[in-house]
């Protein structure tokens, strides 16, 4: 029988699956919130989430490309419908920051794994995934504040989405 892989332990295999399943549904829900938000008239807030979709992307390719460098085939999971009504921009916002601190605890239980088994091929990829997070949660933390400080009224949020177009 072939040899699951050299470098990739059961373990871990199963971690970046769930890397490239989590990174999926993620796009899935930021492109739900795009819709919505569109559809309400949030064009800026509505591109933007449409970027967030397409990183996610990224994200899971960074996943399958680990596998398949290690010659395993990546799964293409079916994956879970995300919510589709989403009340208000705030509401999207406070959503996705709470998404993101759940994803972060993923990406830092891969870093765990891989540190765990001295696997440094993934601890790095570990350490990536890492990095982004802190980028996005700043992006959405910096987002709740600005709500905290100056309210969430609509010529305020209509303000935001202006800005938004250019994020
Ligand atoms: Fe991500
Ligand atoms: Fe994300």
């Given at each position: 029988m072939k040899k699951q892989s050299d470098f990739l332990s059961k373990t871990i295999v199963d971690l970046l699956n769930y890397r490239i399943e989590q990174e999926e549904f993620s796009s899935r829900l930021y492109l739900s919130m795009s819709l919505w938000l569109t559809n309400k008239g949030f064009q800026g807030a509505g591109k933007l989430f449409k970027k967030f979709s397409d990183e996610e992307l990224i994200h899971a390719d960074k996943a399958k490309e680990m596998l398949l460098a290690n010659g395993l085939q990546p799964i293409t999971p079916a994956l879970e419908k995300p919510e589709?009504?989403?009340?208000?921009l705030p509401k999207v916002i406070e959503m996705s920051f709470e998404h993101e601190k759940e994803i972060t605890r993923q990406c830092n239980d891969l870093t765990k794994a891989a540190f765990k088994e001295d696997n440094f091929m993934v601890v790095e990829l570990g350490l990536w995934y890492a990095k982004e997070q802190a980028e996005e949660l700043d992006k959405f933390q910096n987002l709740i504040d600005r709500f905290e400080t100056f309210g969430t009224e609509l010529d305020l949020l209509r303000e935001l989405d202006d800005e938004m177009k250019e994020m």
């Open positions: 589709q009504d989403f009340k208000s």
